[in-house]
């Protein structure tokens, strides 16, 4: 996972960082607004992220976006097409977060590790 570098948390907790890709938890712990940037659907890297850092498969995902914005509660994340764009998308978004593979990773984002 990569985060906007003015995000003031260091690490998520499994929980957490699954609340926050299904859209249930809209604000980082310290309170902050969280924007969401995730790949499509069908992308593997989605698929890998969702099964095997959130432990959901990615329909569940879906489940969840779908639930919120039917129901008037909230919005589905931000879907880009690239993994490039994710980084720039999160660079440029306060309280941005996403996920690339560690080959796209530059400094214009931070790490945002899982917590054990």
Known sequence: MIAH????????????????FAMRQRTWPNGQAVSVFVLPENHSVHARFSKSLLNVYPHQLRLAWDRVVF???GQAPNVVM???????????????LGYIERGYLDDSVKVMPLAN
Do not use: M, Y
């Not at 570098?5 to 926050?20: F, G, Q």
């Not at 993994?83 to 978004?93: D, R």
């Open 5 to 20: 570098p003015n995000v003031r948390v260091e690490t998520l907790s499994r929980d957490t960082a699954r609340a926050i």
């Open 71 to 73: 129901s008037g509660t």
């Open 82 to 96: 690239t993994q490039p764009e994710i980084v720039k998308h999160v660079a440029s978004t306060s309280g941005g």
